[in-house]
């Protein structure tokens, strides 16, 4: 081809004139050209400068307005603006080679990766990554079923995953042999697990002792630090939370949550590993009789598992107070039901009440205060059931229903009964 | 309800060591009794008085001047009207008279100065009197306070050890059930072979009042005991407690009108699901499949 540009003034003018009938299909036309596909909104002049088209670019807006993303994701076209943010910019991470092994044992409560988690895989990225020359990988150690898809998001390089029945429940020795295999395996230069009562706590300390290690417990801070052994240093709390303990980082820490920022710009492998001896049985001296059914209304409201909220759009409060029995939830209320005086002060959800942490948090007849969803913040599943359906709580909400709460509670409840009884039946 | 001969056969006393250490007033620094060791000895106190001819020995490692005698003496006086308090009055007779049961009458003390490693010593004391149980409190108020001594422990003499204790429900025939505190208000029960150790924190009954009478009589049997200086401690860096940097929110945003977003959007649900026109029905089956999905029917 010649250097040339080669010319169409007919055509070019149809283009300015947007009010000459062909207009739209010359556009097409030289959108053709250009990009392929839809009205071209920019392209190259007679002169060799850029032309563009205003209108053939933007998107129509929530309110029948068009706008115009100039951010520089949206490259002409009608493209949505859903379509641009979910464009992953996260970098992709394959360690091959490691030159040496940082494990972690995430607590996984109900199957998830929680904050606390995230934010251990965050120290443990950073230490295998102090030297880019030779990166470590880190590999975690996870006991039981989980939901998370995405563990390679949260920094892990490799995954041991033991999914079996012996390791459910309270079970520190069975758990303790699996971390002793894969000490003898991998010899990892650091264990981090999370200081937290959820398990962290305790099978770290077990760990410790069994690898014969004097461990850091609480850690809050980790820096780089040439003259101690192991290249870091940790400050740890002491003393009930009263003393800040300086000290060079041994082989296993405990770490507090918020110890370091969780993994946000690479995506890792999560390669699944398994062990290759097998792990020796041992007869354990603890038998675990299950979990026992504790009065959820016992249970206090800032630590509750499951609760059951209720607010204005809730009539027969009978109803209610039966359905929490049933499905064994802890009983909540917005401002207006303690108000009026349906539900006690101390059940009230909410920044001027109690700020919640449930794992299950369901809402019945509340439209969601600001005040409210602030108390709900750190609540994980969010259920609505409402009237209204533009109101905030379903904004919110990770399921909403629509319709009438005393209906649809009358409904949960007949069926959490029928599946209960055929259950007794069936044992 | 068992059977009431069966329950009489099976109540054997059992010997109970409560590991005592000197706690720390958490806004004045005082020396006081620990918070989280009270309660073991309160749960001790529980169990001898569920098995009357307990024998619960006060174990405390460390050195003995002013402070720490009022501390432990703290301790002392806690055993005064376990009797009445459960309602049996022949048992604080008994204990009174022979000299068990509700023994709070001394405490051995391990003596080693200030800066001392307590492990050692306190093995091989148990190792020589063997107990059937061990409660200790999870961790200590003062110096390192890792939590790590019940393992250590648990470790060298090769017992099983249960933390964070709720209650004790019955011992029998050398096992003994235990309720296990879960975050989130929830119970686990255990059955435990003995001799086990029990750490105990903050989910267990709270400790009852000392009685400054009965603490004042007490008296202390100093066991003298090979010391080692911690060396490892000795080198660390200690400080009072800098208080923590709040997170500050983060927002890696390419451009201003992502950083706008970030700032003024209100916190939503991603992927909401939303059911319009349904039956009540239909409704509580999609509530019905989350709450079997998040595992919190039960």
């Known amino acids: 081809m010649s250097e040339i540009i080669r010319r169409d003034p007919r055509r070019e003018w149809i283009a300015r004139n947007r009010l000459h009938p062909d207009h739209a299909s010359v556009l097409a036309a030289l959108g053709v050209n250009s990009e392929g596909g839809g009205a071209a909104s920019e392209w190259l002049g007679p002169n060799g400068v850029v032309r563009k088209n205003p209108r053939a670019i933007g998107f129509i807006g929530p309110n029948g307005v068009k706008r115009i993303d100039r951010s520089g994701l949206q490259q002409g076209g009608q493209a949505t603006a859903t379509t641009t943010a979910a464009r992953d910019s996260r970098r992709r991470v394959t360690i091959d080679q490691p030159a040496f092994m940082v494990a972690v044992v995430p607590d996984l409560t109900g199957g998830r990766l929680s904050s606390h988690d995230k934010d251990l895989l965050g120290l443990a990225r950073r230490v295998a990554d102090a030297d880019a020359e030779q990166p470590g990988a880190v590999v975690a150690i996870l006991f039981g079923e989980h939901k998370e898809e995405a563990l390679g998001e949260a920094g892990i390089d490799r995954v041991v995953h033991l999914d079996d029945e012996l390791y459910a429940g309270f079970a520190p020795e069975a758990r303790l042999a699996v971390l002793s295999a894969v000490e003898r395996e991998m010899t990892p230069r650091f264990w981090l697990l999370p200081d937290s009562p959820l398990g962290g706590a305790d099978l770290g300390r077990r760990l410790a002792l069994r690898l014969g290690e004097r461990a850091a417990t609480g850690v809050w801070q980790v820096e780089a630090d040439n003259e101690a052994s192991l290249g870091w240093r940790c400050t740890a709390r002491g003393a009930a939370g009263s003393l800040d303990i300086q000290r060079p980082l041994p082989r296993v820490a405990l770490t507090l949550a918020e110890c370091a920022e969780p993994v946000d710009e690479t995506r890792h492998a999560a390669e699944p590993v398994s062990l290759a001896a097998p792990i020796p049985t041992t007869l354990s001296r603890i038998e675990d009789l299950g979990q026992v059914a504790v009065d959820p209304a016992g249970v206090a409201l800032a630590e509750a598992e499951f609760i059951l909220s209720g607010g204005n759009g809730v009539k027969q409060w009978d109803a209610f107070h039966h359905a929490a029995k049933v499905l064994g939830a802890t009983e909540g209320a917005s401002r207006v039901a303690v108000d009026d005086g349906f539900m006690a002060r101390d059940r009230q959800v909410g920044a001027t009440g109690t700020w919640v942490t449930a794992r299950v948090y369901m809402a019945v007849g509340i439209s969601g205060a600001i005040q409210h969803l602030q108390g709900i913040q750190r609540c994980d599943k969010v259920v609505a059931i409402n009237l209204d359906p533009g109101c905030d709580m379903i904004k919110r909400a990770d399921l909403a229903v629509i319709g009438d709460s005393t209906q649809i509670l009358a409904a949960l409840v007949a069926m959490v009964e029928q599946q209960r009884g055929g259950q007794r039946d069936a044992a | ?298």
């Open chain 2, 1 to 298: 309800m068992r059977p009431e001969q069966q329950q009489t056969q099976q109540k054997t006393a059992i010997n109970v060591a409560v590991l005592v250490s000197i706690g720390r007033h958490p806004t004045t620094g005082r020396a006081r009794r620990a918070e989280q060791d009270a309660r073991g000895l309160e749960l001790a106190l529980a169990v001898a008085a569920e098995l009357p001819g307990s024998q619960i020995d006060l174990l405390h490692a460390g050195s003995k001047d002013v402070d720490s005698e009022a501390a432990l003496r703290g301790y002392l006086g806690m055993a005064t009207g376990v009797g009445m308090a459960t309602g049996v009055g022949m048992a604080t007779d008994v204990g009174m008279s022979t000299g068990v049961g509700m023994g709070l009458e001394s405490m051995t003390l391990l003596e080693q100065p200030e800066g001392s490693d307590a492990i050692l010593p306190l093995v091989e004391h148990l190792a020589a009197t063997s107990p059937q149980l061990v409660i200790t409190g999870a961790r200590a108020e003062r110096g390192e306070g890792s939590g790590l001594l019940p393992y250590a422990l648990a470790e060298h003499l090769g017992w099983p050890l249960v933390n964070s204790l709720a209650s004790i429900e019955t011992v029998e025939n050398g096992v003994v059930t235990l309720l296990q505190a879960l975050p989130r208000g929830q119970r686990r029960r255990l059955k435990v072979r003995l001799p086990a150790i029990i750490s105990v924190d903050e989910a267990a009954p709270a400790a009852r009042q000392s009685a400054f009478g009965p603490a004042r009589r007490a008296t202390f049997l100093a066991v003298p005991t090979s010391s080692e200086a911690d060396g490892e401690l000795a080198q660390w860096h200690l400080g009072s407690a800098r208080k923590r940097p709040k997170r500050l929110k983060i927002i890696k945003a390419a451009s201003a009108r992502d950083r706008f977003k970030a700032a003024a959007s209100k916190a939503e649900g991603k992927g909401g699901q939303v059911l319009t026109d349904v039956t009540p029905e239909q409704g509580a089956e999609a509530i019905y499949k989350l709450l079997k999905e998040e595992d919190v029917l039960r």
